[in-house]
């Protein structure tokens, strides 16, 4: 069955500095596609940057990169020259076909905290 | 910019009454969602909807039901809400049902059920 599993509950950093997030992910399908969400305080959900399995290349978009570490099932979100704006909860997230339907998967998020 | 809408941003209401939600989207999507995010923050798939057919969660109590009158809008109606249905209900989107597509999430109708 898929899961997703991000164990940092919330991290705390210092404005222009780098964090990385954690996600561990699990799945029986061979191709699979794995996204990070960030929720803002006022509760709207915006995509950040997408995986695709089947490529070795880690996925940059911004100064959001991806640490894509197959054989390890895990995919880092690592976030440089951080900012308060950036303060926020993080969800990895995960679709392959195992359930028939190709349904987005969610972990349970890291609240990021960027204080000046 | 917004683009999935819902209605209502806040319903409370009591134990045993039915609720409806409202989510319009105005991308052209194929595909939407329904997501509960309970007071943990957790994200747990409800319904999704594409072309006309309807894909249910299994975990998800039958008085919950989707209501979709083309691929734009995909209402939520709760019959009967118990105190565990309070949470944020969230509405997305995306172009299809393929694997690879990002969604686009509403802002959200919390749901408290006194």
């Known amino acids: 069955a898929q899961k997703v599993t991000q164990t940092q509950t919330s991290i705390s950093v210092v404005e222009k500095t780098t964090v990385t997030m954690d996600c561990v992910y699990e799945?029986?399908?061979?191709?699979?596609?794995l996204f990070w969400y960030k929720q803002t305080a006022s509760g709207e959900i915006v995509f950040l940057i997408r995986q695709d399995s089947y490529k070795k290349e880690n996925a940059t978009v911004g100064h959001y990169s991806l640490n894509f570490q197959k054989p390890k099932s895990s995919i880092g979100l690592i976030i440089t020259a951080t900012q308060i704006e950036d303060s926020a909860v993080y969800f990895c997230a995960m679709r392959d076909a195992s359930s028939g339907s190709w349904q987005l998967i969610f972990g349970s998020g890291t609240q990021l905290t960027v204080m000046p | 910019e917004t683009a999935v809408f819902q209605t209502p941003n806040y319903h409370v209401t009591q134990v045993g009454n039915e609720v409806s939600f409202n989510c319009k989207q105005t991308l052209g999507h194929d595909t939407m969602y329904w997501y509960k995010q309970d007071s943990k923050k957790l994200l747990k798939i409800m319904f999704s909807?594409?072309?006309?057919?309807?894909?249910v969660n299994e975990t998800v109590p039958r008085r919950f039901s989707p209501q979709s009158s083309d691929k734009a809008h995909l209402n939520l109606r709760i019959k009967s809400v118990e105190p565990e249905d309070s949470a944020v209900y969230l509405c997305?989107?995306?172009?299809?049902?393929?694997?690879?597509?990002?969604?686009?999430f509403g802002h959200g109708t919390k749901l408290s059920v006194l």
């Open positions: 997305a989107s995306s172009l299809t049902a393929i694997s690879n597509e990002r969604l686009f």
């Open positions: 909807y594409n072309n006309k057919q309807l894909i």
């Open positions: 799945t029986r399908d061979s191709s699979y596609f």
